[in-house]
């Protein structure tokens, strides 16, 4: 192969590379962009957390031991994880996580933490109740749905299931995601989240789980842009040559 049809060959390479990559730094700048230019309280829908007020201290609580006891009467329990004590609609509640074998197939129980009564996991009016106490700004629910999977609502991704998702009719679009057997708010989504998030996909080029800053794509298109840099150079430089 000739030289000259060797450069023209590689001249035209680089410019099919130039804009393959051209398209995803386009893509990397606009994310860079509204990701600095960003409020993260705004996007993770901290403004709209309403204040809960904390249980009193004075409260008699009922030793979590009688409770395990319980829960053995239904279940087997070999291994206690852990227990919290948590706020649900303005009463003091123990979330108790323990298991049959240890590290595998967690469960988790709730129940009153001044009774000792377990309580089953929420209903979809108690965790409509417990999404609308957590959001502050005014509007009504829109939808109130229950997860089992992800699908559909890619935003709450990797959280505990089921889940209710109480979306409120609001300028934001938010939606309060609540497990329905931890009890607890697990995350707010609204639009400036979910545009952060479509752009932070494109900026990992991680159109599954969105999140892994690994993956090969990614690194191939590292290296790709590297190499269209260098030859950029090399070709200044022989064009340069030829010109002298």
């Known amino acids: ?20 990559l051209g398209i995803q730094f386009l893509f990397w700048t606009i994310g860079g962009l509204y990701f600095s230019w960003s409020n993260m309280d ?3 829908g901290d403004h709209q957390k ?10 008699k609580l009922a030793n979590p ?11 087997t329990v070999n291994y206690i994880f852990d227990i919290r004590l948590i706020q649900l609609l303005g009463e003091p509640v123990y979330q108790i996580f323990y298991s049959k074998e240890h590290d595998r197939d967690k469960k988790i129980q709730l129940a009153y ?4 009564e377990l309580r089953s996991p929420l ?53 309060v995601y609540v497990s329905a057997e931890l009890g607890t708010v697990q995350k707010f989504r609204n639009n400036k989240w979910r545009i952060f998030d479509f752009l932070w996909m494109l900026h990992t080029m991680d159109y599954q789980s969105r999140d892994n800053i690994s993956n090969w794509l990614l690194r ?14 090399i070709l200044f430089f022989v064009s340069q040559r030829k010109s002298k």
Do not use: C
């Open 1 to 20: 192969m000739k030289k000259a049809e060797f450069h023209r060959k590689i001249r035209k390479t680089h410019r099919w590379l130039g804009l393959i």
């Open 42 to 44: 705004e996007v993770h």
């Open 50 to 59: 309403a204040h809960i007020h904390p249980l009193e201290s004075d409260i």
């Open 65 to 75: 031991q009688d409770i395990i006891q319980k829960i053995k009467l239904k279940d």
């Open 113 to 116: 933490a001044t009774s000792g």
């Open 123 to 175: 209903t979809k009016k108690e965790a409509t109740e417990v999404a609308q106490q957590n959001f502050s700004d005014d509007g009504k629910v829109k939808i109130v749905e229950y997860l089992t999977t992800t699908n559909g609502h890619h935003e709450y991704r990797e959280s505990p299931l089921p889940a209710y998702a109480v979306t409120f009719d609001h300028p934001s679009n938010t939606t």
């Open 220 to 233: 191939a298109f590292s290296i790709f842009g590297l190499l269209t840099i260098s030859t950029g150079f």
